[in-house]
């Protein structure tokens, strides 16, 4: 296209602008001699033209790599926005003279920006501005999924030149309704029996580990001696069975915003000695019911959550010494998972069953074979121990509310009158609440734990 043509069809181009709204890229700046002229933005990869009152000699621009210039007339200057930047535009007249010194800003194209923004996001108030050779994204979306959609969508108009000073509107803080229940059920069985004869001065003959039964000694003992003189024998039979039941419940209510961590111990710390450098120092573990979860409130109030649970104990059958310190060791079960669900859904974390059998037997050789008799001779000891933990979660979607609508469970109770605590021994006055709910429960009844 020759010089003439260019400039009719640019000439072309900005009288229809002119006839119309004009868009950034056909704006029309004029520069008066004499006068300061304002900060030309140019849109990268549009156009701008500048008119000058008088006829021009001489253009230059100072990075040619931020905007391009060319002239259409001998007052019309033809300038393009190549890369995001500051420059500056000389103008100087016919009898070399400065005319004026256009500063020319060079921004993102925020206009087709704006266009897909409303294209994509169209429900969402997202005010677009430049600041230098940047994007300024403000306003409030409704969930962080649209937040990050309209910043990766900056990102591609401005790379790494995106100030995000949008925020999350709505409802983004979740509750977590955590019920913990743990079932422990255990049960002993021993059967043992010890001989022992005894003939006079020469000593004795036992078999077992022979005692005789006393006020201390364990329930489930029973010994008789038979014979009398020079030659006695005595004979005990244990049997013994103990059975154990547990019930572990908490039942925590942990609040968190979107995207934050919130954790719960319910428990203790354990004091564990560390020898280090031959110095003895403590250093503490948590154990009991723990909790920890980060929720993320995605589209469509869908949340996004990952949790960790655990419930530990301290087990006093494998210990170690350190530092002349007995330490015990511990029971733990936890469990690591992410899910997806909606307010007021719930999910179960079940099956944590464990079931320990343990069985041993002791005998003396040959005389535990016996006919009848050989069951003196023999020890045999069986335990059985069962656990179950079911971990029931429900999501909410919470927003804070007034003081006053609040209560603990400390606000209804009163103090007994003189009256109802000595005469009808009330603990609390009638009517008292949380206390006088829990005084009214019938513990009684039937209790366990039962597996099939």
Do not use: C
Request: no cysteine; charged share 20%; proline share 5%.
């Amino acid at each position: 296209m020759t010089f003439k043509s260019l400039a009719v069809a640019l000439l072309t181009v900005t009288g229809l602008a002119l006839a119309q709204p004009a868009p950034a890229f056909a704006q029309t700046v004029r520069v008066i001699n004499g006068e300061s002229a304002s900060t030309l933005r140019v849109p990268m990869n549009r156009a701008v033209v500048v008119e000058t009152e008088n006829p021009f000699a001489e253009l230059s621009i100072a990075n040619p790599g931020i905007a391009d210039i060319s002239t259409l007339s001998d007052r019309s200057i033809y300038v393009l926005g190549k890369t995001p930047g500051r420059t500056t535009l000389t103008i100087l007249g016919l009898d070399g003279n400065l005319v004026s010194n256009v500063e020319v800003q060079v921004t993102p194209d925020i206009a087709e920006f704006r266009e897909r923004l409303r294209q994509i996001l169209p429900s969402e108030e997202i005010e677009v501005r430049t600041a230098n050779d940047g994007i300024v994204l403000s306003g409030t979306v409704s969930t962080p999924a649209r937040l990050d959609a309209a910043f990766q969508l900056a990102q591609r108009y401005a790379p790494d030149r995106v100030s995000n000073l949008m925020s999350v509107g709505g409802t983004q803080q979740v509750m977590l309704k955590v019920r913990f229940a743990e079932m422990q059920r255990g049960v002993s069985k021993s059967l043992g029996g010890s001989v022992q004869i005894t003939g006079g001065t020469r000593g004795s003959v036992s078999s077992g580990n022979f005692a005789t039964p006393t006020a201390t000694n364990p329930a489930g003992t029973l010994g008789f001696r038979v014979g009398g003189g020079s030659l006695t024998a005595q004979v005990l039979i244990e049997a013994l069975e103990t059975q154990g039941m547990a019930r572990t419940l908490a039942e925590p209510n942990l609040t968190a915003l979107s995207g934050q961590e919130a954790s719960f111990l319910a428990g203790g710390e354990y004091p564990i000695p560390v020898v280090e450098d031959g110095n003895v120092t403590i250093q503490y573990k948590p154990f009991g019911v723990e909790l920890a979860f980060t929720p993320r409130v995605l589209e469509d109030n869908v949340i996004n959550l990952a949790l960790e649970a655990a419930v530990s104990s301290l087990d006093g059958t494998n210990t170690v010494s350190i530092g002349g310190s007995v330490v015990n060791a511990f029971r733990r079960r936890s469990t690591q998972t992410t899910v997806e669900l909606r307010d007021g859904e719930s999910f179960a974390i079940a099956g944590l069953l464990e079931d320990d059998f343990r069985s041993g037997s002791t005998a003396v050789p040959w005389l535990s074979e016996l006919p009848i008799l050989g069951a003196l001779f023999r020890s045999v000891n069986y335990q059985r121990s069962q656990t179950e933990l079911v971990i029931i979660i429900t999501a909410h979607l919470v927003t804070p509310t007034r003081g006053e609508a609040l209560m603990l469970p400390t606000d209804r109770v009163r103090p007994p009158s003189e009256r109802e605590l000595f005469l009808n021994g009330q603990m609390s006055s009638s009517g008292g609440g949380a206390v006088g709910e829990v005084a009214r429960q019938d513990f009684g009844g039937s209790y366990g734990y039962v597996m099939e």
